[in-house]
């Protein structure tokens, strides 16, 4: 029997704020490290008198990496 439009949603709703929640307690498992944020050498950091330039291009290519594996997975798993 296929599934209402709702009720489609209301999974991916009750998904993504999983994910989210998930991902929240990453991030604050990770702060509490004391690390700054900077994790990884590769990320980018400029600073100059009146100016601070901070792009975490490794920390960025990891998570997307991390999360590919996961939607993968999951895709798998929905077969």
Same mark, same amino acid.
């Given at each position: ?18 994910? #989210? $929640?998930?991902?929240? *307690?990453?991030?604050?498992?990770? +702060? ?6 900077? @994790? /990884? ?15 975490? #291009? $490794?920390?960025?290519? *990891?998570?997307?990496?991390?999360? +590919? ?6 895709? @798998? /798993?929905?077969?």
């Amino acid at each position: 029997m296929p599934l209402n439009p709702l009720q489609v949603a209301a999974k991916l709703l009750l998904l993504a704020a999983g994910i #989210l $929640a998930i991902l929240g *307690l990453i991030f604050w498992a990770v +702060s509490r490290l004391g690390s700054g944020g900077r @994790l /990884l050498p590769g990320d980018i950091v400029i600073q100059r008198p009146g100016f601070a330039f901070y792009f975490p #291009l $490794a920390t960025c290519l *990891l998570v997307s990496v991390i999360l +590919s594996a996961i939607l993968i997975i999951v895709g @798998l /798993l929905r077969r």
